[in-house]
């Protein structure tokens, strides 16, 4: 394996380091990055946690794609090498560490909650929904920030003011929850938000969970086109 690695401050620029490592049948790319930890060099620095592909943390461009590292699987490259670097587009913190706060801000600034008018907590009232209701929203609540689809998105490389396949997808999520009473034309109908984007499709290419980031902002593209016309649409 091929890894890089930086420690801003320390380092100029980042380096590669290789490491052999077993090419076993079963291990996923981020077991050869804990064997490496934990047999080889342990000043490595990367983000994990689940390793079941629900938290998201262990994205990282592995030969050159944003893929999540426990299930991405070592036998996919042969005898490799495989390289792994940290996600384009975001500021390295050390090796394949990346920060994240930029994203954070963008993913709050679409307020990626229910918006209910007039109510105060606790809410107590139940808001039974129907199939076709939770069907109309499933497929953008399935996404768990990896942040594999920012660093696919030739847009968001390109300018890190563009408010991003997720967060977009996300505020989507919620536009078309039947229970949610909020508006959110504000954040999305913007150059840096849905116009911004120039439907390139590496977001939802990319996506582990098949999300659609690129529908969800076309989608929203159409809304805010009809909310030109039609002022009081909402939705």
């Known amino acids: 394996?091929?890894?890089?690695?930086?420690?801003?401050?320390?380092?100029e620029e980042p380096v590669f380091q290789g490491y052999d490592v077993p090419l076993m049948a079963d291990w996923a790319v981020l077991d050869g990055l804990n064997y490496i930890k934990d047999q080889l060099d342990g000043s490595l620095s990367f983000r994990w946690s689940c390793r079941m592909g629900v938290c998201g943390?262990?994205?990282?461009?592995?030969?050159?794609?944003?893929?999540?590292?426990?299930?991405?699987?070592?036998?996919?490259?042969?005898?490799?090498p495989v390289r792994i670097e940290p996600l384009k587009g975001f500021p390295v913190i050390r090796d394949l560490v990346v920060d994240i706060d930029d994203f954070l801000a963008k993913l709050s600034s679409v307020r990626p909650w229910l918006i209910r008018e007039g109510e105060e907590l606790p809410l107590s009232t139940e808001y039974a929904q129907t199939p076709e209701q939770l069907e109309a929203y499933k497929q953008y609540s399935m996404c768990i920030n990896c942040l594999l689809c920012y660093s696919a998105c030739p847009v968001y490389v390109l300018?890190?003011?563009?408010?991003?396949?997720?967060?977009?997808?996300?505020?989507?999520?919620?536009?078309?929850?039947?229970?949610?009473?909020?508006?959110?034309?504000?954040?999305?109908?913007?150059?840096?938000?849905?116009?911004?984007?120039?439907?390139?499709?590496?977001?939802?290419?990319?996506?582990?969970?098949?999300?659609?980031?690129?529908?969800?902002?076309?989608?929203?593209k159409l809304t805010a086109a009809l909310r030109s016309v039609l002022p009081w649409s909402k939705r």
């Open 159 to 220: 300018d890190p003011d563009f408010l991003g396949p997720a967060a977009i997808a996300l505020a989507q999520r919620y536009n078309l929850d039947s229970r949610d009473m909020g508006d959110r034309f504000d954040v999305l109908n913007l150059d840096e938000a849905v116009w911004g984007c120039t439907f390139v499709g590496e977001c939802t290419r990319a996506c582990p969970k098949h999300v659609d980031p690129a529908e969800a902002i076309q989608r929203y």
């Open 57 to 80: 943390s262990c994205g990282m461009n592995v030969n050159g794609e944003p893929r999540l590292t426990c299930g991405t699987f070592l036998s996919e490259y042969g005898d490799g």
């Open 1 to 11: 394996m091929e890894i890089a690695r930086y420690r801003p401050g320390e380092d």
